[in-house]
């Protein structure tokens, strides 16, 4: 096995660097040490002392966040391959990262260790293979600038040479300088490779015939000793009767572009292994569907040579429902031009269907028209498997949530238990109020309602109209005493379609006396076509008489009582990893909501927090239990709706209630 790649992994997430280091630690094919860091700044000082093979950064860290991470990166280390990991699926982000040199972009959890490890291995060739054209750039770059061509004359006589004059620049491609070349006449063709010398004689002869050969490219050895490559033009001249009497030569140094060729030639083999033996299934096809290119993984696949492929068609490998699939988003593809993902069934020659992850790209020409497309799949076949178990697995789960749901109703029924004790304890002292107060003088002034209605009978139209109404106000007082009577009647919850302004307006009735007593005015915001809400009535009344009784202990002095509802849809859900509810508010639930806002003095912040644990109150000995709160939030929870209580800016708290609208 290879040296181990080094790798720095700038994470500041604990679960998910072990997450990538345990990754890393099962590929069986490259060993990884792996140098872990959480902040910027920390990495910036490792790649300044030490030697990493590859870069693996998280983009949002505790002292840089977004693509500012990867520019500092970037700015530090500029021959070190970068890969970007990131929390979310952002496209536009990914493509600003690799257009400023990332080679990857990851995003967290959707891949796998195979996945991790193919990126890093595949980042550190591709950066290798950019350096590579990197150096060949500069190599061309550098030709251009220090070509320096120099030319020579050849005098002849009856087509042969008698005198040859070369130009000063002869120094810099061949070390010679004019004069050596006049001492020794013989040089020009010692120099000359000698796997070279038999075409630069043809080519002398073909010029001293009167003939303009074509330009020749060969080797020399200079003057230290090196070899060199020139492109050497030689061109007949004639006199005035036409007659040849010289010829003229250019030679032009090119040894750094037949190295820069070299390299290319090289660079273009490393790619081609590079896709013969990706892990990958990469294919071309022409306009008309026909196979132009695949790597040996393809072929293998297939059970096929390349020229067996070569020029055939999806339908001549694949069942035709599967090959009309995948023409169908080549066509797309070539309309569009855009780039096609999927994951898709694939059948093998063998039958054994698997699945795959396509990526479908246009091919262009030089003019950008496009001329076919390029794929490359790979099996997911065991992501998937484990997608299946993890399916099964949840719908295990909620079979044992339905086991969880009936624990639950056993334990409302003890909830219930409660709830009615404080029920008791509330509506018992209100009730008691009320029988002693206006239960005994309204029977008193029935009583003399009715007798004075005989003794007056027939004297007076307005005395009996007066008589009348004042029976009839009686009725109303004892159909509210009755009213509270059987509100405070013990019973299970029995849940019903309500209409929540009518819930309330009933509630203010029962709680009339006390408002009053204290002078509080009451203010009512209803909404109006409110949604019906499945409830059991007596609850909720109990409810809202406990929330305004505090309201009204929270205003001595007087004050305003504010009642509001409304519905709305919801936008986010109630829902959260470890929650033990029963029902949840999820996104699109219609809730219809209630509150209720007082003007009195508020609750101290230190005991907003305690305000719904049992027996918690700061009420004076024997005005309150503290069980009131608790057990209406309980009530409200076993109803599947929630409530919250808040203190108001200006003074007052506000109490608000949320109930699912009711589905008929």
């Given at each position: 096995?290879?040296?181990?790649?080094?790798?720095?992994?700038?994470?500041?997430?604990?679960?998910?660097?072990?997450?990538?280091s345990?990754?890393?630690?099962?590929s069986?094919?490259?060993?990884?040490?792996?140098?872990?860091?959480?902040?910027?700044?920390?990495?910036?000082?490792?790649?300044?002392?030490?030697?990493?093979d590859?870069?693996?950064s998280?983009?949002q860290?505790?002292?840089?966040?977004g693509?500012?991470?990867?520019?500092?990166?970037?700015?530090?280390?500029?021959?070190?391959?970068?890969i970007?990991?990131?929390?979310?699926?952002?496209?536009i982000?990914?493509?600003?990262a690799?257009?400023?040199?990332?080679?990857?972009?990851l995003?967290?959890?959707r891949?796998?260790?195979?996945?991790?490890?193919?990126?890093?291995?595949?980042?550190?060739?591709?950066?290798?293979?950019?350096?590579?054209?990197q150096?060949s750039?500069?190599?061309?770059?550098?030709?251009?600038?220090s070509?320096?061509?120099?030319?020579?004359?050849?005098?002849?006589?009856?087509?042969?040479?008698?005198k040859?004059v070369?130009?000063p620049?002869?120094?810099?491609?061949?070390?010679?300088?004019?004069?050596?070349?006049?001492?020794?006449?013989?040089?020009?063709?010692?120099?000359?490779?000698?796997?070279d010398?038999?075409?630069?004689?043809?080519?002398?002869?073909?010029?001293q015939?009167?003939e303009?050969?074509?330009?020749?490219?060969?080797?020399?050895?200079?003057?230290?000793?090196?070899?060199?490559w020139?492109?050497?033009?030689?061109?007949?001249?004639?006199?005035?009767?036409?007659?040849?009497?010289s010829?003229?030569?250019?030679i032009?140094d090119?040894t750094?572009r037949?190295?820069?060729e070299?390299?290319?030639i090289?660079?273009?083999?490393?790619?081609?292994?590079?896709?013969?033996?990706?892990?990958?299934?990469?294919l071309?096809?022409?306009?008309?569907?026909?196979?132009?290119?695949a790597?040996?993984?393809?072929?293998?696949?297939?059970?096929?040579?390349?020229?067996?492929?070569?020029?055939?068609?999806?339908?001549?490998?694949?069942?035709?429902?599967?090959?009309?699939?995948y023409?169908?988003?080549?066509r797309?593809?070539?309309?569009?031009?855009?780039?096609?993902?999927?994951?898709?069934?694939?059948?093998?020659?063998?039958?054994e269907?698997?699945?795959?992850?396509?990526?479908k790209?246009?091919?262009?020409?030089?003019?950008?028209?496009?001329?076919?497309?390029q794929?490359?799949?790979?099996?997911?076949?065991?992501?998937?498997?484990?997608?299946?178990?993890?399916?099964?697995?949840?719908?295990?789960?909620?079979?044992?949530?339905?086991?969880?749901?009936?624990?639950?109703?056993?334990?409302?029924?003890?909830?219930?238990?409660?709830?009615?004790?404080?029920?008791?304890?509330?509506?018992?002292?209100?009730?008691?109020?009320?029988?002693?107060?206006?239960?005994?003088p309204?029977?008193?002034?029935?009583?003399?309602?009715?007798?004075l209605?005989?003794?007056?009978?027939?004297?007076?139209?307005?005395?009996?109209?007066?008589?009348?109404e004042?029976?009839?106000?009686?009725?109303?007082?004892d159909?509210?005493?009755?009213?509270?009577l059987?509100?405070?009647?013990?019973?299970?919850?029995?849940?019903?379609?309500?209409?929540?302004n009518?819930?309330i307006e009933?509630?203010?009735?029962?709680?009339?006396?006390?408002?009053?007593?204290?002078?509080?005015?009451?203010?009512?915001?209803?909404g109006?076509?409110?949604?019906?809400?499945?409830?059991?009535?007596?609850?909720?009344?109990?409810?809202?008489?406990?929330?305004?009784?505090?309201?009204?202990?929270?205003?001595?002095?007087?004050?305003?009582?504010?009642?509001?509802?409304?519905?709305?849809?919801?936008?986010?859900?109630?829902?959260?990893?470890?929650?033990?509810?029963?029902?949840?508010?999820?996104?699109?639930?219609?809730?219809?909501?209630?509150?209720?806002?007082?003007?009195?003095?508020?609750?101290?912040e230190?005991?907003?927090?305690?305000?719904?644990?049992?027996?918690f109150?700061?009420?004076p000995?024997g005005?309150?239990?503290?069980?009131?709160?608790?057990?209406?939030?309980?009530?409200?929870?076993?109803?599947?709706?929630?409530?919250?209580?808040?203190n108001?800016?200006?003074?007052?708290?506000?109490?608000?209630?949320?109930?699912?609208?009711?589905?008929?």
């Amino acid at each position: 096995m290879d040296q181990p790649i080094k790798v720095l992994l700038i994470e500041d997430s604990p679960p998910d660097a072990r997450l990538l280091s345990v990754y890393l630690s099962e590929s069986r094919t490259q060993q990884f040490q792996i140098t872990p860091v959480s902040r910027l700044a920390e990495a910036l000082q490792r790649l300044g002392s030490e030697d990493f093979d590859v870069v693996v950064s998280d983009l949002q860290l505790p002292d840089s966040q977004g693509i500012a991470t990867f520019e500092w990166l970037k700015a530090h280390v500029q021959d070190v391959p970068i890969i970007v990991l990131s929390g979310s699926d952002d496209e536009i982000l990914a493509s600003r990262a690799v257009r400023e040199g990332a080679q990857d972009y990851l995003v967290k959890g959707r891949f796998d260790a195979h996945g991790l490890v193919r990126s890093i291995t595949y980042a550190i060739e591709r950066h290798r293979a950019e350096q590579a054209l990197q150096e060949s750039e500069k190599h061309y770059k550098f030709l251009l600038e220090s070509i320096t061509d120099y030319t020579y004359s050849v005098k002849l006589r009856d087509a042969l040479p008698i005198k040859t004059v070369h130009g000063p620049g002869c120094i810099s491609i061949t070390g010679y300088s004019p004069d050596e070349y006049q001492a020794d006449p013989g040089l020009w063709f010692r120099m000359v490779h000698e796997e070279d010398r038999a075409a630069v004689v043809a080519q002398v002869k073909a010029v001293q015939s009167g003939e303009t050969p074509p330009p020749l490219e060969h080797r020399i050895i200079h003057k230290n000793g090196q070899i060199r490559w020139v492109r050497h033009t030689a061109v007949p001249s004639r006199d005035r009767t036409g007659r040849l009497d010289s010829y003229d030569g250019l030679i032009a140094d090119i040894t750094e572009r037949k190295r820069a060729e070299e390299d290319l030639i090289s660079s273009e083999g490393f790619y081609h292994s590079l896709v013969e033996n990706l892990p990958q299934n990469i294919l071309r096809k022409d306009l008309n569907e026909r196979f132009t290119f695949a790597n040996q993984r393809f072929c293998q696949m297939l059970g096929q040579p390349l020229e067996e492929i070569i020029g055939k068609t999806d339908f001549d490998f694949f069942p035709p429902q599967l090959a009309e699939k995948y023409q169908r988003d080549d066509r797309f593809v070539i309309r569009t031009g855009q780039t096609f993902e999927t994951i898709e069934e694939n059948q093998t020659p063998s039958g054994e269907k698997i699945y795959v992850n396509v990526i479908k790209t246009p091919i262009y020409d030089a003019k950008g028209q496009i001329i076919g497309i390029q794929g490359i799949f790979w099996d997911i076949t065991e992501r998937k498997r484990f997608e299946e178990r993890l399916q099964k697995a949840n719908e295990e789960l909620a079979a044992s949530e339905a086991a969880l749901r009936k624990s639950h109703e056993e334990l409302k029924a003890a909830q219930l238990q409660l709830i009615q004790a404080e029920k008791m304890e509330a509506i018992g002292t209100l009730a008691a109020g009320v029988a002693h107060e206006v239960k005994n003088p309204l029977a008193i002034l029935m009583m003399g309602v009715n007798y004075l209605a005989k003794k007056l009978s027939g004297t007076d139209d307005n005395i009996v109209q007066v008589v009348k109404e004042m029976r009839e106000a009686i009725d109303r007082a004892d159909s509210i005493t009755r009213g509270l009577l059987d509100f405070s009647a013990s019973r299970q919850l029995a849940i019903r379609s309500e209409d929540l302004n009518q819930v309330i307006e009933e509630t203010l009735r029962l709680v009339r006396h006390e408002l009053n007593k204290k002078q509080i005015v009451v203010v009512k915001h209803l909404g109006e076509r409110l949604p019906h809400v499945g409830v059991d009535k007596r609850q909720i009344q109990q409810v809202f008489v406990n929330i305004i009784v505090n309201s009204v202990h929270a205003m001595p002095e007087g004050g305003t009582l504010t009642v509001r509802t409304y519905s709305k849809q919801l936008t986010e859900t109630s829902h959260f990893e470890g929650s033990r509810k029963a029902t949840h508010f999820w996104v699109g639930d219609i809730a219809v909501i209630a509150e209720v806002e007082d003007t009195g003095t508020g609750i101290p912040e230190e005991n907003l927090a305690k305000i719904f644990d049992p027996f918690f109150t700061t009420k004076p000995t024997g005005v309150g239990t503290g069980l009131g709160l608790p057990v209406t939030k309980k009530i409200i929870e076993l109803h599947g709706g929630s409530m919250d209580i808040k203190n108001v800016s200006g003074g007052g708290v506000r109490v608000t209630i949320k109930l699912k609208a009711h589905r008929s």
